[in-house]
């Protein structure tokens, strides 16, 4: 069974950061580009950030400089650092399979910025 | 930017109706080397993570019920349910992955009558 699970939100003030994880398993993760893809209270979903299995990056606008993606296909875990933090970046997080790789996704975590 | 416009926002029908999702991007999904549209739809119900349901446009998505099809190709696309069941009323999005950033479309809210 394929299982996402994401970890490391939380309440922060602005200007902080906080460390997101994504421990998957039931698939070959080292195969797969993974995504990392928001969404604000009450609205739609945000993508934010991808990285395949050859570790090429891409980020959205609204995050690059600030946001970091990153995995570790030994631990078969995803990871996104966040910095410079607004009350913008409140949102639940998700991490996600490419379409290409089944486009599977975990529950989320919540980030909430605010002082 | 691609920009990912659905319609309508929200609709509400009858248990056993047809549905239709519409999706248009600004820009084509269509990868000429292959010939695969780079577009998902995906189904929300709330509280809960998005699901995949179909991918490259028209490819349902393992498990996905029969009554759920993708149609179109290049900026134009349509989600269909063929018969509306209960446990479908929730949000439906389209996105592109055919440049970055992975843009989706702002949500169709499907509801019972």
């Known amino acids: 069974e394929v299982q996402l699970v994401e970890s490391g939100g939380g309440l922060t003030q602005p200007g902080g950061s906080l460390r997101l994880s994504c421990a998957t398993s039931g698939f070959t993760f080292s195969n797969c580009g993974m995504n990392w893809v928001r969404q604000a209270p009450g609205k739609g979903l945000e993508w934010i950030s991808y990285i395949n299995s050859s570790r090429t990056i891409y980020y959205a606008d609204s995050v690059k400089g600030r946001f970091t993606i990153s995995r570790d296909n030994a631990r078969n875990s995803l990871y996104l650092q966040m910095n410079s933090l607004s009350a913008e970046d409140t949102a639940v997080y998700y991490c996600a399979t490419d379409a290409r790789d089944g486009g599977y996704w975990g529950q989320g975590t919540l980030v909430t910025v605010s002082s | 930017d691609i920009v990912m416009t659905q319609s309508p926002d929200s609709l509400t029908v009858s248990l056993g109706e047809r549905v239709s999702i519409n999706c248009k991007s600004s820009?084509?999904?269509?990868?000429?080397?292959?010939?695969?549209?780079?577009l998902v739809w995906y189904q929300q119900k709330p509280g809960q993570p998005p699901k995949m349901l179909i991918y490259w446009a028209s490819t349902r998505a393992s498990g996905v019920p029969d009554r759920f099809s993708g149609s179109g190709s290049g900026t134009d696309f349509t989600l269909t349910i063929s018969s509306l069941q209960a446990e479908d009323v929730a949000v439906y999005y389209c996105?592109?992955?055919?440049?970055?950033?992975?843009?989706f479309g702002q949500g169709t809210k499907v509801e019972m009558k």
């Open positions: 996105q592109q992955y055919f440049n970055t950033p992975w843009t």
């Open positions: 820009q084509t999904t269509l990868y000429s080397s292959n010939k695969k549209d780079y």
